[in-house]
């Protein structure tokens, strides 16, 4: 266990809708990172956010966004939903305090489907 | 551009054999390296890093790995495979001279150890 929880494990939806997925980082950890993990397109990393600020953009999608609270639990709103957007979304956290060498603790993913 | 490259799709080894899974990577500064494991429905598992120093990295389960400068390349071996070593592996990268923090993952490879 990572310490890096993410709800919901599952979920299925019908296009065009929209969804929110939540990740809690490990006690003490400020960085919060969103990945997308397709058949096609591999591990891609999406966004991450430090104590609350945006600090990286990757591929992602306009009809996606992300935020993180002050509480450090970050969610991942996917939005006007499409087939292509089924896949795993994994959350990872890291302490980044020190350096960027820090490595990456990742949640178990949500699986998401579109119909 | 930063990329990783894991050439295998598949590594077929013997319980007991030592086994290698090959990673090559790109990046314009000095590279962080990183393995990862994934098991069947499971998130990502941290196996072990490369910040500087010794080239030859040793991470979890008695995984270690080799960093060649000249060959940009992070081989993930180990002396003697278990069944149990069967999961996804994948490399990541991050360079030193990019202040985003995000990995970079190649495609994995699919390691098989058969009994």
């Known amino acids: 266990d990572s310490g890096v929880t993410q709800t919901p494990k599952h979920l299925i939806t019908a296009t065009g809708q929209r969804v929110t997925l939540r990740c809690s980082p490990r006690?003490?950890?400020?960085?919060v990172y969103w990945y997308q993990q397709s058949l096609d397109q591999g591990l891609q990393f999406l966004i991450q956010?430090?104590?609350?600020?945006?600090?990286a953009k990757g591929n992602i999608l306009e009809r996606f966004s992300a935020q993180q609270f002050p509480d450090l639990h970050s969610e991942l709103n996917l939005s006007s939903l499409e087939l292509g957007d089924s896949a795993l979304y994994f959350c990872?956290?890291?302490?980044?305090?020190?350096?960027?060498?820090?490595?990456?603790?990742f949640g178990p993913g949500t699986r998401l489907t579109v119909l | 551009a930063q990329s990783v490259a894991q050439p295998e799709d598949q590594v077929n080894v013997a319980e007991g054999n030592p086994l290698t899974v090959k990673c090559t990577y790109s990046?314009?500064?000095?590279?962080?390296l990183f393995w990862y494991v994934q098991y069947p429905n499971r998130g990502l598992q941290f196996l072990l890093k490369?910040?500087?120093?010794?080239?030859l990295v040793k991470g979890s389960y008695g995984f270690e790995a080799e960093f060649n400068k000249s060959q940009t390349s992070f081989h993930l071996k180990k002396p003697s495979a278990l069944v149990s070593d069967s999961a996804l592996y994948f490399c990541a990268v991050r360079d030193r001279e990019d202040s985003s923090y995000k990995l970079i993952f190649g495609s994995g490879t699919r390691l098989l150890v058969r009994p």
């Open positions: 490369y910040i500087t120093g010794d080239n």
């Open positions: 990872a956290s890291s302490f980044s305090g020190t350096g960027p060498y820090n490595e990456q603790f």
């Open positions: 990046v314009s500064g000095n590279p962080y």
């Open positions: 956010y430090y104590n609350g600020e945006e600090r």
């Open positions: 006690s003490g950890d400020l960085s």
